[in-house]
C-alpha cells in the first residue's frame, strides 16, 4: 500500500525510484501549484454516501466542478500562459477548445489581460459559448467553426501564422503539470493509502499530469483512464500501441471526445494508466440524472463519465478506496430532455416503433386496450392520416416500468396481429424520425 504523501519537496522526491523524463516531474507540477494557487480554487475531495453503499467501498468525489470555471482545465491553461514570454504577451494568444479549456483559457486572458482568440465547434452547447465571452470579457474573441474539437484545432493552428501563441488543451509540458495539480491536491488532503482513482480521458492532458504525480509519489494506487464508448480514442492507442486517429465520433459527452489524443499524452499514459474504460453514452446521462436526483450535483456528460465506470469494476474495488474526478459542470439545461431519453434507452425504458394502425375509427382505442400492459405509457405519438389507404403507418414512444417488461409489450403486439417496425437500433432511422 501507498505511505502517507510528505509535503516537503525534498522528502517527497526520496520516494522517486524512476522518474523517465517524458513524465511530468513532481518538481514542475509543485512549481505549478504555487503560480496557479492565487487563482485557482483548492477543490474539495468529498465521500459519497450513496456510491460508498452502493459499491461497498470508501468513494471519493474530487470536486473539480466547483472550479469558477467549473472544470479543471483552469489549472492548465493559466500555468501555460504564466510562463509566457513578454513578447508572445504582447501578440496575443489562441486555442480550440470543446467548451472546458476555452473557459479557463479566457478566464487567464482576462486575468492577465491578453488578447485571445478561441476557436470552437459549431456544436458546442450554447451554455458553454456563453461563459467563454462570459469569463473573457473583452480579451477574448470567440469563433464557431467545424463539427469536432479536430476542426476547430485545425483552424487555430493556422493562426499562429498571425503571430499567435498556441495555447494547447492537452498536448504540452505546462497543461499536464498544471492538471497534475489535480494529483498533488488528492495525495495531501488524502495521505492514507488510496487504492483507485478514476479520470475521464478526453485528449490526455488531466489523466497525464494526475498519473505522472500518482506514478512517483504513490505508485501503488491504480490509474484508470474512462472514455465514452462512442470516442475511445486512447482505448484504441493503447491497444495498438500508438497514437490512433479515429474516423469518426460521438460529440455528446463532448468534454470527452476527441479523434486523436496527444502524442506527449500518450507516451506517459502508456506508463501511467492501469486500464481504460469505455462507458455507453446512455449509462453517462443514466448518472448524470442518478447524481441530480441523489445528491443534488449537477455535471455534465465528462462530469460523470468516472463515475458511470464504477459498475465495470465493482469487483475489484469492493472494500478499497477509490478517487473519481467530477471533471466538469458545464451542462447546457437545453439537453435535459436528451439526457433523458439517452439514459431511458440505455436502461431499456423507452421504446419507439413504427406502427401501421388501420385507417378505421377506433383502432388506436384497440392498441391501447390490448397492447399496452397496465403501467406502459406513450410518449410520443405521431400519425398523419392518408386518403385512399388502407393502413397508416404512425411513429410512436412507449416507456415501460421494467425492462423486463418489453418481451410482454412484444408479445401483445405479435398476438394482435400488429405490423410494426422497432427502431431504437436503426440508427439513421432513429435519428430522423425521434
Do not use: W
Request: aromatic share 6%; net charge negative; hydrophobic share 40%.
Amino acid at each position: 500500500m501507498a505511505s502517507s504523501i510528505p509535503t516537503n519537496l525534498e522528502d517527497l522526491e526520496t520516494l522517486i525510484d524512476h522518474n523517465p523524463s517524458v513524465l511530468a516531474s513532481v518538481q514542475s507540477i509543485h512549481a505549478a501549484e504555487k503560480r496557479i494557487r492565487a487563482i485557482v480554487r483548492r477543490t474539495p475531495l468529498l465521500p459519497s454516501t450513496r456510491l460508498s453503499l452502493a459499491f461497498d467501498a470508501n468513494v471519493l468525489l474530487k470536486r473539480e466542478d466547483l472550479q469558477d470555471v467549473r472544470s479543471y482545465k483552469i489549472r492548465g491553461a493559466y500555468n501555460r500562459m504564466t510562463q509566457l514570454t513578454e513578447a508572445q504577451r504582447a501578440a496575443g494568444v489562441v486555442c480550440a477548445s470543446a467548451g472546458n479549456h476555452a473557459q479557463g483559457f479566457a478566464y487567464a486572458c482576462n486575468a492577465m489581460q491578453i488578447q485571445g482568440r478561441i476557436y470552437m465547434p459549431m456544436v458546442t452547447p450554447k451554455q458553454k459559448v456563453d461563459k467563454v465571452r462570459l469569463f473573457g470579457k473583452a480579451y477574448v474573441e470567440v469563433i464557431l467553426v467545424g463539427d469536432t474539437f479536430d476542426d476547430a484545432a485545425a483552424e487555430a493552428h493556422k493562426a499562429t501564422s498571425e503571430g499567435l501563441t498556441y495555447v494547447p488543451p492537452f498536448d504540452d509540458p505546462g497543461i499536464i503539470a498544471g492538471q497534475g495539480t489535480v494529483g498533488l491536491e488528492i495525495l495531501e488532503d488524502h495521505p492514507d493509502p488510496i487504492d483507485f482513482v478514476l479520470v475521464a480521458v478526453g485528449g490526455g492532458g488531466l489523466i497525464s499530469g494526475l498519473g505522472s504525480y500518482f506514478h512517483q509519489c504513490s505508485p501503488s494506487t491504480k490509474v484508470i483512464g474512462v472514455e465514452p464508448s462512442g470516442a475511445p480514442a486512447m482505448y484504441e492507442s493503447l491497444k495498438q500501441g500508438k497514437v490512433v486517429t479515429l474516423d469518426s465520433i460521438d460529440n455528446f459527452v463532448d468534454g470527452a471526445a476527441v479523434k486523436r489524443v496527444g502524442d506527449l499524452n500518450f507516451a506517459i499514459a502508456q506508463q501511467v494508466i492501469h486500464k481504460m474504460l469505455l462507458v455507453p453514452e446512455g449509462k453517462v446521462c443514466s448518472e448524470m440524472l442518478r447524481l441530480y436526483n441523489d445528491e443534488g450535483l449537477v455535471v455534465e456528460p465528462a462530469g460523470a463519465l468516472a463515475i458511470a465506470a464504477l459498475e465495470q469494476i465493482k469487483a475489484e474495488i469492493k472494500g478499497k478506496t477509490v478517487v473519481c474526478i467530477v471533471s466538469g459542470s458545464n451542462n447546457d439545461i437545453n439537453r435535459t430532455e436528451e439526457i433523458r431519453d439517452r439514459a431511458l434507452l440505455y436502461e431499456g425504458l423507452q421504446h419507439y416503433f413504427v406502427i401501421k394502425f388501420p385507417q378505421r375509427a377506433g383502432a388506436l382505442r384497440d392498441f391501447l386496450n390490448n397492447v399496452l400492459g397496465p403501467t406502459d405509457d406513450i410518449t410520443h405519438f405521431e400519425y398523419t392520416k392518408k386518403h385512399n389507404r388502407e393502413t397508416g403507418p404512425a411513429l410512436v414512444g412507449i416507456q415501460i416500468a421494467k425492462a423486463e417488461d418489453y418481451d410482454a409489450l412484444i408479445a401483445r403486439m405479435n398476438a394482435s396481429h400488429i405490423e410494426y417496425q422497432i427502431i431504437n437500433e436503426q440508427r439513421m432511422l432513429f435519428e430522423l424520425l425521434v
